[in-house]
């Protein structure tokens, strides 16, 4: 598992997973799967987009997805 953190990349309208200074996931499209660690425990959930444009994470209830821990399988 590679853990790093949800960025929004502005240049390309989507979420990114950052992993170091230079190391990125590459840009999430709708349905990626991976987990997130919220309430002090690792949930799995995935990435979507709403029909209001906005991005949303299933089964995490937040507002605010920059910041947030991350971890996913290395591709």
Known sequence: ???????????TGRYDIRFGLNDFYGGLHCGECFDVFA???WKPTR???????????????TDKLDGLR??????
């Open 70 to 75: 991350v971890r996913r399988h290395d591709r």
């Open 39 to 41: 309430g002090g425990k």
């Open 1 to 11: 598992m590679k853990q790093g953190t949800l960025i929004y990349d502005r240049e």
């Open 47 to 61: 990435i979507e987009m709403s029909f209001e444009q906005k991005w949303y994470l299933v089964g995490i209830k």
